[in-house]
Nanobody
Framework: QVQLIESGGGLVQAGGSLRVSCVAS????????MGWFRQAPGKDRELVGH???????YYSDSVKGRFTISRDNAKKTIYLQMNSLKPEDTAVYSC?????????????????WGQGTQVTVSS
């Protein structure tokens, strides 16, 4: 059983930066393809981006150039560095794991999800 726990959310002013983290337990983290999602009030969950087993990254157009996903396999952790934040980035940010991914996976299918951490960007 894989558990994912996010941390690092909070309140930040527009234009500011914030880094959220996701720590995994259970399974072999280095073999997971990991992703970040967000859900704003009244809206559907949205893919922010994901990172492969060999640290290849993909970002949605709405965050490309502002957000960076990274991973530290020794710490079983992924990070989401968010810069130039906008009020429309306000959401609950959750991480997810595809535990069956292979090195060449480009469209992960996520099996496990964290509870999320709130990020609020004030104008």
């Amino acid at each position: 059983q894989v558990q994912l726990i996010e941390s690092g959310g909070g309140l930040v002013q527009a234009g500011g930066s914030l880094r959220v983290s996701c720590v995994a337990s259970g399974g072999t983290f280095s073999r997971f393809h990991m992703g970040w999602f967000r859900q704003a009030p009244g809206k559907d969950r949205e893919l922010v981006g994901h990172i492969s087993r060999n640290s290849r990254t993909y970002y949605s157009d709405s965050v490309k150039g502002r957000f960076t996903i990274s991973r530290d396999n020794a710490k079983k952790t992924i990070y989401l560095q968010m810069n130039s934040l906008k009020p429309e980035d306000t959401a609950v940010y959750s991480c997810a794991a595809d535990v069956n991914a292979i090195l060449t996976t480009v469209n992960p299918s996520f099996d496990y999800w964290g509870q999320g951490t709130q990020v609020t960007v004030s104008s």
